[in-house]
């Protein structure tokens, strides 16, 4: 029986805009639009080019869902992202105060 393994990678890895646009499964134009409005945070090298890890690929894919599920506007979109991140961060503090 062959046992189809998934490809994980290592997580600090670095994705072109290109890359990141397919994975995100949005245009690079949004995401630089995204950017631009402070939504993603991309890595800047030395000579301007925007590199995105799994975690800003994760942020795009919700902005995308965010934008085509709900037709959220940006500055929508990044209160619903900081109150999602703000629910996040109380979720683990809870778990600690559990232990």
Known sequence: MNIIQLFVPSPDTLYTLDATARLAEAS?????????????????????????????IRVLRRIQRLHASYGLDLPAIKMVLELMNEIERLQAEVRILRR
Do not use: M, Q, S, W
């Not at 134009?29 to 799994?54: Q, S, T």
């Open 28 to 56: 690079r134009h949004a995401i630089l639009v995204y950017v631009k409005h402070g939504l993603a945070a991309p890595y800047i090298d030395e000579a301007g080019a925007y590199y995105f890890d799994d975690n800003a």
